[in-house]
Each structure stands twice: as C-alpha cells, then as structure tokens.
C-alpha cells in the first residue's frame, strides 16, 4: 500500500501519507457518545445520536478535507505555524503519521526541533471525547511554543448549513478559574408535538478545556479568524491578547491557547476533554474527572483492552495477513463502533436505527456477546406497529421515526431471531414481552408472527410478494408504488425465512403453525419457479404496469445479483437452476472489480422504477459492487462449493487489497461500494464506514468460507476455502465453550472430516450440549470437485 | 462611512475595503432568476426558486465569505496569482473597489502592471447570469496571464451539505469546441407524489461558458485543486495540461481556463454566460445568443435603464441625501429584487413566497405599477383555501406549501387589495376569478370575505381574536396552540381591516356588509378596551392559561411595540388611550439604536410563548429593532404628529447613517434587525436584503412623514416631517397624472396648506378624477404644536 501499512498485529493502520485521494478516517464510539477523525485531523463529535445531535461542526467535502477541531502549534518567536494535523492550516511537517487503532487514533509529528504526538479517543464509558497531547523539544534549545484548540460549536442536528439562523440559539461560557468552554442550544430543531416548532431546547450541555486554564480563549470565529484570517491561518494566534466574546451573540467557537515552554530536550503533556452532560453540572464534572494524563491514559488502555478482548473472543487465522487483520480486527469494530454505536461515517451522519441495518449489523455480536444482540433484537421489535409493519428507521433521543412502507423491513426481525436462536438456544427470547409503538407488550413471536401475517397479506394474485416502495434495495422506489408490483428477492428471502420458523414453530411443540409456514414456503417454491424464471435466471421484480426488470429482455438491468444468491441461500429453486443461477452470476456479474449488484447499469432515470435508476451508473446500488450483496454472494458460492468464486470474492471483497490510488477509500474498513462500468473510475470505493457489510463479510467468512456455522443441530463445520488454503485456524466459543479448530489438507481425504480428540464428529456437527474447552481438527481434501 | 460611499446620485455604492465586518451584498435579480454577490466576490446563482432551484454551491458562512463562483487570474512567468474579487485567494490587491449597483455588481483592480474590471449582472429577461470582464495591461511589456473561471454545481435544492449522495446524480458536460459546461440533476430532492422520494428529475439544464472556447477544462472538484491544493490555491493552476474529468462521476465543478496576452497597454473584453434552460437546446442557445460583449454590453444598459425608469416615477427629495439614496433606489430595489423576485438573500436562501411576506412587499409597485400588485394579489388569492386559510408560505416550481395555523396571514389579502383600490380605484379587480387550492374559482371579493369569515370564527369567549401558532409575529408560537391564547395585536389589525372592508361594502353599495362590518369593528374596539388595556398600553397576548405578556406583571416581555403603534394607525382606542401608548413606547422602547420589539428581551427559553423566547436576547425578535415593525411606529409617530418622533425613527431606520463598526451590515439596504439591549454587539445589524421593511420603509414616508397618501376619498397630502426640514420635493403619479410636489416651511402659516396653482385644495386632497400633470404647492407652518 503506497499510502500505509498495518501493524504486524494487524490492530493499527499507520497512515503514511498527508494526501490521499480521499479522507482516511476512524470512527472513536461507545455505545453513548463518539466521533469521526481523518487522517488530516478533520472531523466530528456527537452525543447519542450522530445526527440529532452533534457537538461541533462539520462541513461534509470529501475533496477538501478541512473541518473539524483542531490543535495549531504557533511558535512565537520565529512567526512559524503548523498544526498537530495536518488539517487545517496544511503547513508542510518533517515527519507524518496518523495511526489508526481500534478505539484510539494518534498523530505524530515533527517540525524542526518540536516532536508530537496527539491521541484522539472516546471514553470507553462517559459522554467525553479525550485528546492526550505530548509534545518534545528535541533540541539544546528553549522553546516558547503556543498550543491553541479550536473547535465550532453545533449543539444540535447535524448538518446544519443555515448558520445564521441557527447560531441565534447558541449559548456558551467560558470560566476563566478552569479553563472551560460551556456551549449549549436554547433551539434544537427538532418536532416538538406539544410545542410546536424550534420550541425545544438542546438536551445535552457541552464542555471543552484542558487539564490546565488556558492564557487565553475566544469564542466567536470572527474574532479567532480576523479580518483577512481563515481557520487556515488564524490572525488571533499573532495577537498578544485576546478579548474574549462568550455568551449568545457570537458566531460560536472555541478557541484555547496555552503556552507551552520546553526545556532543551524536555516533553510536556497535555490533556484536553470535550464532554457532554444532562446539566451543566454533569458536563463540568465529567471534565473535572477525566482531564489529567492519568486518567486518559486509563482510559486508552481500558478501550484497547476492551476492543481486544471483545473481539479475540472470536479469531481466525487464514494464509492471508490481510484478511486476518480486517476480519479480526476492523470489519467487526466498523460494525460495532461505526454502524451500531456511532451510526456514522464520512460519508452519511445517520444516528439513526435503520430497522433491517441495525439488526443485521447486531448479527456480530453473536458470537462475541450474544446478550447485545438480544437486546438489538428487543429494541426493535419495539419499533414494530400493532400491524406488523414497523419504522424503516428511528431516531434514538427523539424517537422520531419513519413508518415503512418497504416490503421487507419488518421480516428481519424473523430473521436475525432465527439466527440468534442457532447460535445460542436461547427459546427464551421468545417469550419475552415487547411493546409496539402504538399497543401493549406481547412476546417476541407475537412480534414476529404479525410480520409474517402482514407480508403474507401482500402478495400478489399468482402468488409473490408486492414490492411496495422497496425491498431491500431501497432504491427500487417505485417499481411496486400502485400495488402491483413484485419483489422476487423477498419470496427467496420469505422462503428461507419460512423453512427457519416452520423449525423454530417445530421446536415449540406448535406443529399447526409449523406445517402452515411448511406449506407457505412450497407454495412460494412453486410460484417463484412458475413464474419468475427468466430462462437462464430469475428477474429481480416485476413493475406495477406488469413489466419485469432484471430479465433477459432489458437492455438495462437485465440481472440481479440477489435474485439469485438468495435462490442459492434459500434453496428456492432445484439444484439445477441453481447451478444456472451461478453460472449466469459469474458470467455476467462477476468482474475484475467484484460481483455486480445488477449489469448494464441504469444509464437513464426510470421514474417506475425508482431512484436507482438516478444514480451515476456503475454507482452505489446501480450496477456498482454494493458490498453488503457481495458478502451474501460469497455465501452462495460457498453453497455451490465454488472454490475458485469463493476466491474471487473474498479477494474483491478485502478492503487491503485495493490499490488505494484505485479504490480511494480505507484499506482497513469495507466500503459500501465499488464503482463498477461504465464508470471511469473503475473500483472507486465508497462509502465506507456505514454499510451493513462490516458484519456480514465476518460472518460470511466464518459461517460459509470457514464454514463453522450454528445450525438447529450445533455448530457445523463445513468449510469451502480457496484452493491456495492449506491450513486455517478458527477459535471462537459455542454455547459457552471454547473452541479451537484447525483445518489442513490432509492427502488422500475425500471429503473434510472434523475430528474430536482424533475421532470423526458425526455429520462435522459439534452438538448444541458440548462442553468445553475443545480442540477439533478438521481433515479437507487435497482438492475439492467444483461443481 | 469607513468603508465605502455612495456615489453623487446614490444608485451606486462603492465598497473601497476588503475587510468589512460582514459581507455587503448585491442581488441580481429578475422575475425568473437571479443571484447573490458579497463584495468578495463570493455568492451564488438560481433559477425560478432561490431554495429549491440554485444552480452553484455556496456555503453560508459569514465569517469566511469565500464560497462562490470566482474568477483567477494566474500569471505563469512570474507564479503570481490572484483572484478578480478578493475572495477566493485573499491576495492583496495593489488597488480594489467593489461597485454595487442597482441591477449590477462591478470589481474594479489592479495587481502590478494588470487593471481589471469585472461585472456581474442577470439579464434583464433572460434566465442567464452575464460576466463582462475586462483586463488591462498597464506597462510597457507584454503580459501572458491565464484567467480561470470556477463554480461548483449544485442544480437543485439548497443548500445541499450532503454532498457526497447529492453529487452522484449530477451530471456534466464539456462541449470543446464551444467551450460550454453542461451540467444538470437527475435528482431533484423534492417530493413526488406519483413517484415517491428522490425519483424526479431536476428541471433545468445549466450552461457556463465564455465567448470563446478555454484553452483548458476541468469538470472535477479534486483535480482542480490537486493533492494539498485548496479553493484558495488550486493547483491545477500551475499544471500545463488538465486531464478533464466532466460526465457523472466527480465532484462536479467547472473550471475553464483562459490564456490571455496582452501586448504593451493592451486592452482584452471577455463575457461569460450562466444560463439555464428548461432544456440542453435552451441553455446552450441562451449562451449563444448572449455570449458576446455587445450582448451583454446591451443587457447592462438595458438593467441599469430598466430601474432607473421604474423607480424614476416616484420620487424624493429631503434634505437628507442618504436618505435620498436608501428611499429613491435601494430600498426598493431591496423589495423587487430581493423580496419578491429574488426572494433570498446572504442570510436566508428562501425562494418561497410568505402569504403576508410578498403581499406586503407587492405594496412596493403601488405608485410605481399597479399591475404587478395586482397580479401579486391574485397569485396569493390562488393559494388560499375554501375554508379562507392559506399557505403560510408555498414553494413556486413545485407549488409545496404549508398550511397555515398562523391567524393572520389570509387576512393580509384584505389588507393589500384595501390599498391597491386606494391606490387605483380599480374595483375591477375585486370581481377577478380566482381557484382556490382546493375549489373551484370564485371572486377575489368571496375569497376576501372567506378570509374574514374565518377570522371572525376566532374568537375567544371575550371578543378578542385567538392568536394559533403565533400571528405576524412568527416567534409567538406557543401563545395560543390550545385554542385559547389571544392576540392584541391582532384585534387592532382586524379594526383597521374592517374598516375598510366596511368602506369598501360601501362603496360597492352593499349596506348590509358595510354595517356588520363596522358592528363588528366596534365590538372588537369595545372588546379591546375593556379587556386588552394594561393600565398604560396594551398588553399584546393571553396565552392558553389566560396569563399575559406584554404587560407591567411581566418581568420580560412587558412591553410590545406592535400592540400599541396598531392601536394607533388602527384607531382602536380613544386619542387618550393612544397618547398613553405613544408616551409609553417613548419611554420603554425607544432606544438609541431604535425602536424596539419589546422590551425587556427574554433571557430564558419560555416554551409557553414560543420560539422568540429562545433567541440571544435583543435579537431578531427578542427585543431588537425589528425593522418591519419600526416603520409601522413611524407611520403612528405621524399619526401623532411627533415630529421629534419622526426624525428619531428617519435617524435609527436609515441604514446610511449607521457607523458600520457597529451595525456591520450593509449602508444601503435595511436590516431585518438591530441588537437591541442586552446585547453587548447593541446596533449590530443582521439578515439584511431579506426582510419586509424594504417595501414599508419607503411606503411610510412617502404615505406618512412627506404624507402623500392615497385614501378612499382621493390623494391625501398631510406630511410630518422633522422639523429641521425646511423642503421637500415629490414627484409621483396618482390614477395615472404625474403630480410635483413641492413642500416648504412657510411663516405664518398655521396648519399645512396644500396648493394647486396657487388655490388651496380643499382638505388637501387631490380628487380621483384629477387630471395631469399637476404641479402643487405645499405650505407648512414653521413650528408645529406637539402632541
């Protein structure tokens, strides 16, 4: 990578380069507060909810990379500036290094004879944001330096672009005895049912300051900038006093100085907290309590312990370096820290829970702490309506949400349920009470059987599921607005979802119910291969005027990418047209880029469509890579026992593989998608940070590729790795046991065989009663006949 | 004034400093498109719709005024660069002045041995944005310069900060041999009924181009700026070639690069065109029609020609030559081409019409051109439903509106059509067919009394009108959301209304509504004074728990400026009732910035009220000078005949006479509002160009103070000017005679003589029937006896 590299542990990414094509960032969360830092040092702080509530400014502009909160170094006496990034004033340095960590990002620096280096985290448990700042005089000489923060306030939703409005609400303080910036918003634009608009005020109370009092602080941007200056080159650092403009009538900043006076050779620290509370109160205690070098360093250790232990619940170790420091280490923290907690990347400040993304991205704590995706899957279902529809999202804070009108939402309930039953065998779950937004408590399978009922009472007459405003692909907007339109994704979808529950009906003893949801799938079975058979694949959807897209007879959109790894996932169709499913997949879908989502892209809008068909083609859902497909793919191929597909794709789909000068994006975190043609950006990666493929590609890998996998059963051992794999190792636990496998080639094995103490498991199956620790070794053949 | 004057005539004003405390603007403007531009050189360009249709990005950032579409001039032999305006390279400038005028905006400078002019103007009719630009080499050898022109697009609904999903349905083009940029929005974020969310398309195509085709292009954001590049200093300025990067796939921008030699004092002319159309063919043949210096030379001549000759049929002379200058072109202008065409300005990007916001502002063509009143009039009637209630604003392009909850903003249509009949005698228009939103057409006179049908159903027990989610008073949100909160100001209005409405009934013979009419008007005038009266004015609301504001109990708020000056203008009370409230808003709310809203401005956030309690106190409406209001206090100061009064409010209303260190804004045009105490910026000006005042400023003194008024009975003329004024002059038309009036103080004279040809008229009132042009005479008493 010409840009930077990963640690040999594969847990940090050093950032090596200032100008990259786009902005390389991490997302710093816990499950209350967080913030997103480039490796220019740009970025933002947010508190519970991304979106609605932002502490500090931020202009989304992916090419100029310049906004944030920042630390200048002025060093008085020779009129030099720079800053510990390299946003915002963008002054040459001796030496870079933005390093990228698992819960922590970290700025070294160098010019002339001053060396720093500034870490960024978010407490692993307050509502703060923590700086951890050293810098070194590494000369025989004195240095006077001066260190100033500067920070824009928001105190509210995000983004907020009609500044001189929104400013008018903004209050802030500064206490001179502490060093402290309070900022809080009289104005959160947000609805208010009782009150009426812009009648509410910002629930949250920002405090900013370092371990010591500043020499002197500013709070409007004019006066920090002055006239002719820009956050670029700020003329208050030249100025030897400051008139400090706090309170209401300012365009609010905070701007911090301190001076820093080195010895020869001599380091200082220096600790900075932003911190947001209920009260006032709260936000200056909790400042009080963090800002010392004790306590930040308490914490970055306490937030690397964490991520380390959380996610070493569960590792992998494959041929591939890459891999392993990606599947092990960032897809999951994206997942968590980005999708779950942080709900944000560089590329969408969402905040909100999407009703189907959360709850598949809370599929990574399976494995890990299965606890927390029960607690996904309840808050959920208490977005649900007494009808079984639900919000396609939700804001947490406000609890403002969308009623969906998409198809599927509300079935991803069944499905994560489902698989939150194999891993753990906790039936329990399902009689847990849980109210609906608009009726009293009923039990999680209440919750799930009004879903079903409501996607069964919208099917069309010969027997599919309407489409609506959308299925999983969003962006199929209008194929299905006036009621007619099909969704040939949902039927396989509703007919794996169908298979799980008949089980799951069958476990509970309820055999009417199980033998209905039986006869519910045959029937889907039936119409699906009567009649969305395209001849060589299935179409994707059929319009409200009765037209079909993903057909052999478009021009554009001809094949769909789900249509038929979801055939494949949910054994909706004969093993034969499987097989011409996969085929027509990886002749017209598979590229040199990844696996296509649809080919030809769209390349002029369709209004019966929808709004897919608006987007650049070979960008984002259409005809792109949309990454969160291409991990079902890997699935597929893994179903099909395609060895040379499920190499394919776990190449395409490694982030660390991308020459960034291509891709742009992180090579340490999935994008959402890739360019595919006809853009001339050919794998151009976007994106990245928020998309439900972080915890996909982990549970692809280790369910499908490495093929241990919780079953009604226990825990299958089925792996389908690339051919160049000769050995892999897995350690994860399994209702509560800890389990080692190893998987080698052995000659002369015909099919794998998994052995327990050196004896055969019965159908490679670890039985849901095991008790551990187990060490299993499991036997694969030498080469696999493709199919 | 430190930063610039007016020229002799007053139709230009000259910003000689780059630094000024906020940026001083320019709108340019037609009916159909327009644009905005800060004496920077930053702004933005739309076409129909200021919010929903606007064509180049722009960043609100007052602060740091640099976001816009920019000329910059590079000369490669010596490296040098510079922009033609100040922003966006900051360069220092060997000279600078930035000319505003009426219908254009000039940028005169001079780096080295290179003079420049550059001048920006929208075609009088045409939806095309005009650059002339004109470089001059000064010295003795030639000079090889490279002009670069840069914009980024944005082609639909702003302001658009989400600008990484935004950009991926724009699309651009770059035709060489023209040297043309197209650019247009497959995505248009506005709603669809038929088609859901995000499924239209945006409706105009835009075209940027010079006269000539650039040596070079750029259709990319990043590449323009280049690795460690900026807005400020773009690399690819330096580079010899561009790889050009136009179609669907960047970060869309278009920049064009031309060479320019000039030989020793050698002059160069180059135009540029931003068209729109609702087509590519339209664009591109606007651009061609246009694009050449004659063309645009003609449409220069043709703007600065169309205001002078409009705004030249009614005119003043006092003794006051700013406010000569504010009066006769800018405050008006301010009204036609910021309000009601423009509808924005750097402080808001509104693009709607406000129901009572342009009905208002419609007054402003009164003496000028009835017939865009009137139109004006039927479009607002056009958007009222068959219940009376209205939009309280609507979007035109896509005809979004918001129903109304405000309780009075249908009531403005009386209002306004009341004094269009002053003005012209034209009952015509009250039998003009209008649709409602939803019904079929009626008469402007049914939709009228709808309006007041509606009105009259809200009332409290008591006979005052309920106030709903507030009344012209937009931040009194809360007062009244149960239905039971009432308002002052509200019951003075609908006084004034009935009145004319009853003459009107009049004089339509139609008795019976005459008579009901005025019952109605003194059940309200009894209702006022037995419930409303504080003891020394009137409190100005109830809220739904029966308690006050605007009264003495009150701590904040206890005084409102609006619930007496209506009691005045409307008559509402008895003279001794409207005295007390004159001396009371003497001695509350006159300030030396002005006369303010209320006073004491609310320092706590009081959701009971509304949002105007959660402004930083003495802004906006929390207690500042709100300039609409304040003209309406000077029309009741000439009720009173407080000549003292009077020149106060000329003074503080002027916007030439305030010291721009203080008040910021710009000196030509009026401020929506001043702070007011306690704010520590008390004087400081903000949302400039934006506000209602423009239109009422210059109506009140001419109707008012010069007291040249229509009434139903024919033009009255009854001035009040301050007393140090010993001459006026107006020249005005009225029912289509030019008249030229002459006032001046004359000794002995006890009361006001008005003359024509030497004859007094009889109760100074020019009849109807009159017929010019006339000449008058007008005698005033050297000293007049206060009230």
Avoid at 5 to 33: I, M
Avoid at 300 to 315: I, K, M, N, Q, Y
Avoid at 348 to 358: C, E, I, K, L, T
Avoid at 681 to 704: K, M, N, Q
Wanted: charged letters at 20%; proline letters at 7%.
């Amino acid at each position: 990578n010409p840009f930077g590299e990963f640690s040999a542990d594969g847990r940090e990414f050093y950032v090596t380069h200032v100008h990259l094509p786009r902005p390389w960032v991490n997302v710093l969360a816990n499950p209350h507060f967080g913030l997103v830092v480039s490796h220019t040092g740009s970025g933002f702080t947010f508190v519970e909810n991304s979106q609605l509530s932002v502490l500090t400014r931020w202009q989304q502009d992916l090419a100029d990379d310049t906004s944030g909160k920042f630390l200048y170094l002025f060093i008085p006496a020779t009129g030099e500036l720079c800053s510990l990034s390299p946003a915002p004033t963008w002054a040459p340095l001796d030496s870079y290094r933005c390093i990228h960590r698992l819960g922590s990002t970290t700025f070294l620096g160098k010019k002339g004879n001053v060396a720093w280096s500034w870490t960024l985290l978010a407490h692993p448990r307050e509502t703060a944001e923590l700086w951890l700042v050293e810098l070194e005089n590494l000369g025989p000489s004195p240095q006077e330096l001066e260190l100033t923060a500067f920070l824009e306030w928001n105190c509210g939703v995000a983004p907020s672009p009609r500044r001189e409005f929104s400013k008018l609400f903004l209050e802030t303080q500064f206490l001179p005895d502490s060093g402290l910036v309070l900022a809080k918003n009289h104005m959160w634009d947000v609805g208010s049912r009782r009150f009426g608009h812009w009648n509410t005020s910002y629930p949250f109370v920002a405090a900013f300051g370092a371990d010591r009092p500043p020499a002197h602080a500013q709070g409007d941007k004019a006066l920090f900038f002055g006239p002719g200056g820009s956050l670029r080159h700020p003329l208050a650092l030249q100025d030897a006093q400051w008139e400090p403009a706090f309170g209401r009538h300012w365009d609010p900043v905070a701007a911090l100085r301190y001076p820093v006076a080195l010895a020869p050779y001599e380091k200082a620290t220096l600790v900075f907290v932003l911190a947001a509370g209920k009260s006032r109160k709260e936000a200056v205690e909790t400042w009080q309590r963090l800002a010392n070098p004790e306590e930040v360093q308490k914490a970055l250790e306490e937030t690397h312990r964490f991520w380390d232990e959380l996610l070493g619940r569960h590792s992998i170790n494959t041929p591939d370096d890459s891999l392993n420091a990606v599947l092990n280490w960032w897809s999951r923290y994206q997942a968590i820290a980005g999708r779950l907690w942080a709900r944000c990347g560089y590329y969408q400040q969402s905040g909100a829970f999407g009703f189907r993304d959360q709850l598949q991205d809370a599929q990574v704590f399976l494995p890990l702490e299965p606890q927390r995706t029960r607690e996904q899957i309840l808050l959920h279902a208490a977005h649900q309506f007494a009808d079984g529809s639900a919000y396609h999202w939700w804001h947490p804070l406000t609890e403002e949400g969308l009623p969906s009108r998409y198809s599927d939402d509300y079935l991803w309930l069944a499905f994560v349920t489902a698989n939150y039953l194999k891993e753990t065998g906790d039936f329990s779950i399902l009689e847990q009470e849980v109210p609906f937004l608009d009726a009293e408590a009923k039990t999680l399978t209440d919750h799930i059987e009004r879903a079903f009922a409501l996607a069964f009472s919208r099917f069309s007459p010969r027997g599919l599921p309407l489409i609506g405003c959308g299925d999983w692909n969003d962006g199929l907007s209008a194929c299905g607005l006036q009621g007619r339109g099909e969704s040939v994704w949902l039927a396989h979808f509703l007919v794996l979802l169908t298979q799980e529950w008949s089980r799951i009906f069958r476990e509970l003893g309820e055999h009417e119910k199980a033998s209905s949801f039986q006869e519910k799938r045959n029937q889907l079975i039936a119409a699906i291969n009567q009649h969305a058979w395209d001849g060589e694949w299935f179409w994707r959807a059929s319009l409200d005027d009765g037209s079909l897209i993903g057909s052999h007879h478009n021009s554009e959109g001809r094949i769909f990418l789900n249509a038929q790894s979801w055939a494949i996932l949910a054994e909706s169709t004969s093993r034969e047209r499987q097989e011409k499913c996969w085929r027509a997949v990886k002749e017209h879908l598979f590229s040199p880029i990844g696996a296509l989502l649809l080919t030809p892209a769209y390349t002029q809008p369709n209004p019966a469509i929808g709004y897919i068909t608006r987007y650049a083609p070979g960008v984002r859902e259409n005809g792109g890579v949309y990454t969160h497909a291409s991990t079902w793919a890997l699935a597929a191929a893994c179903k099909m026992r395609d060895h040379e597909a499920v190499a394919y794709l776990l190449r395409t789909l490694n982030p660390a593989l991308k020459d960034p000068r291509r891709s742009w994006a992180e090579p340490y975190v999935l994008p959402g998608n890739v360019d595919g043609p006809p853009s001339p950006l050919l794998g151009r990666a976007g994106w990245s940070w928020y998309t439900g493929s972080a915890a996909w590609f982990h549970r692809v890998v280790s369910e499908w590729v490495l093929g241990v996998r919780p079953t009604w059963d226990g825990l299958q051992v089925d792996p389908c790795l690339p051919s160049s794999w000769s050995k892999v190792q897995v350690l994860r636990q399994f209702r509560g046991a800890p389990l080692s496998i190893t998987m080698h080639r052995q000659p002369g094995v015909a099919r794998t065989q998994v052995l327990l103490e050196g004896k055969p498991l019965e159908d490679n199956l670890v039985p849901p009663e095991v008790e551990g620790p187990l060490s299993l070794e499991v036997l694969l053949p030498e080469e696999e006949i493709q199919t």
